[in-house]
Antibody, heavy 120, light 107 residues
Framework: QLQLQESGPGLVKPSQTLSLTCTVSGGSVGTITDYWGWIRQAPGKGLEWIGN???????YSNPSLKSRVTISVDTSKNQFSLKLSSVTAADTGVYYC????????????WGQGTLVTVSS | DIQMTQSPSSLSASVGDRVTITCRAS??????LNWYQQKPGKAPKILVSGASTLQNGVPSRFNGRASGTNYTLTISSLQPEDFATYYC?????????FGPGTSVDIK
């Protein structure tokens, strides 16, 4: 059974960079038909797609986050990562990593989520 | 970006009720519409993909349909474990976008 686990600091200071890693077990980030995504949820709010990465390293990210997002994949460690720079309080929320199925596109496996708070 | 709307935003229902949630896209998404269920403190769970394909293990009381740019999720007989928030999501094009959610609670 595929499992995903987010890890990273739960507290980030404003203007700094949020860094999270998702470790995949029971499957491979190198699977051609799959992609790997990050989705976040502000407290009491809905879901916001952050971006996806394919095994090749190709990425798609949400233009609403402008150039602050970097998503990468490390096939040797079976992990993928998110970096979000210049964070503000508006970036506080639960961050989920998820596996995307390529056709049609949907997220079929999710991590449990990790709460990141942006505060000084 | 493709905007997704959902109605109602919340509803109260009883066990055994038939419940329908509607999702509308701001433009054609040609059935690239997914439904997720989220319970408090938990990650979302995929219920339906491609507008009408029920995912493995999802009870058959859940049904997804498409009609033009309107999509519906129907629960034929609400069960206690179905009380949750439901989100639609378009995967037709990036940025993927979610609807604002529909909260289903106990009457």
């Amino acid at each position: 059974q595929l499992q995903l686990q987010e890890s990273g600091p739960g507290l980030v200071k404003p203007s700094q960079t949020l860094s999270l890693t998702c470790t995949v077990s029971g499957g491979s980030v190198g699977t051609i038909t799959d992609y790997w995504g990050w989705i976040r949820q502000a407290p009491g709010k809905g879901l916001e797609w952050i971006g996806n990465v394919w095994h090749s390293g190709q990425t798609y990210s949400n233009p609403s986050l402008k150039s602050r997002v970097t998503i990468s994949v490390d096939t040797s460690k079976n992990q993928f990562s998110l970096k979000l720079s210049s964070v503000t309080a508006a970036d506080t929320g639960v961050y989920y990593c998820a596996k995307g199925f390529g056709d049609p596109h949907y997220f079929d496996y999710w991590g449990q989520g990790t709460l990141v708070t942006v505060s000084s | 970006d493709i905007q997704m709307t959902q109605s109602p935003s919340s509803l109260s229902a009883s066990v055994g009720d038939r419940v329908t949630i509607t999702c509308r896209a701001s433009q054609s998404i040609t059935r690239f519409l997914n439904w997720y269920q989220q319970k408090p403190g938990k990650a979302p769970k995929i219920l339906v993909s491609g507008a009408s394909t029920l995912q493995n293990g999802v009870p058959s009381r859940f049904n997804g349909r498409a009609s033009g740019t309107n999509y519906t999720l129907t629960i034929s007989s609400l069960q206690p474990e179905d009380f949750a928030t439901y989100y639609c999501q378009q995967s037709y094009t990036t940025p993927f976008t979610f609807g604002p959610g529909t909260s289903v609670d106990i009457k």
